[in-house]
T-cell receptor, first 114, second 109 residues
Framework: KAGVTQTPRYLIKTRGQQVTLSCSPI?????VSWYQQTPGQGLQFLFE???????NKGNFPGRFSGRQFSNSRSEMNVSTLELGDSALYLC?????????????FGPGTRLTVT | AQRVTQPEKLLSVFKGAPVELKCNYS??????LFWYVQYSRQRLQLLLR??SRESIKGFTADLNKGETSFHLKKPFAQEEDSAMYYC???????????FGRGTSLIVHP
């Protein structure tokens, strides 16, 4: 079974631009979560989607948004990029929504904002 | 607010030595705790969760509510245990995980 895939793997953007990252979950998984990982703040939860609905949201500004499609694929968007948005963005999928379900992580998208 | 603290950024031991990676948390309710591991050039993956009370790859972790700790232990470290380890907490009422900053474990031959 193929793992979680994220595209693109690397991205360089300029301050003020916007970016869209994509995540394809493991086949059959319906829940997708997004995380931001930085040396300064560590691994922080962004949001989780299940059945095309955002179920939980972390403490991030409204510039960070996401969505999930009917095939469970998910995208996250960051508008008006700031230098501090440079990070590794991880996506994780699980069978369903809830703490009982193990999350499987993708390789991440490395975003650099210049 | 919930918080997870991993006091050691780096833990260096020799093969065969016991290992204890510390994790302390602050949360007033009933938390669920997890350990995740990331081996070199691999993805982050779940190692174990406290509710399962299982031993994975020789690692165990016991939730101590009195000391608010969830330390990860292994009696005899192996070189292949070298990795980054993250402790994570989910509060009883939400599914939002809080991660510690991680401890890098290096096991020398």
């Amino acid at each position: 079974k193929a793992g979680v895939t994220q595209t693109p793997r690397y991205l360089i953007k300029t301050r003020g631009q916007q970016v869209t990252l994509s995540c394809s979950p493991i086949s059959g998984h319906r829940s997708v979560s997004w995380y931001q990982q930085t040396p300064g703040q560590g691994l922080q939860f962004l949001f989780e989607y299940f059945s095309e609905t955002q179920r939980n949201k972390g403490n991030f500004p409204g510039r960070f948004s996401g969505r999930q499609f009917s095939n469970s694929r998910s995208e996250m968007n960051v508008s008006t990029l700031e230098l501090g948005d440079s990070a590794l963005y991880l996506c994780a999928s699980s069978l369903a929504y809830g703490k009982s379900y193990e999350q499987y992580f993708g390789p991440g998208t490395r975003l650099t904002v210049t | 607010a919930q918080r997870v603290t991993q006091p050691e950024k780096l833990l260096s031991v020799f093969k065969g030595a016991p290992v204890e990676l510390k994790c302390n948390y602050s949360y007033s309710g009933s938390p669920e705790l997890f350990w995740y591991v990331q081996y070199s050039r691999q993805r982050l993956q779940l190692l174990l969760r406290h509710i399962s009370r299982e031993s994975i790859k020789g690692f165990t972790a016991d939730l101590n509510k009195g000391e608010t700790s969830f330390h990860l232990k292994k009696p005899f470290a192996q070189e292949e245990d070298s990795a980054m380890y993250y402790c994570a907490l989910m509060s009883g009422g939400s599914y939002i995980p809080t991660f510690g900053r991680g401890t890098s474990l290096i096991v020398h031959p």
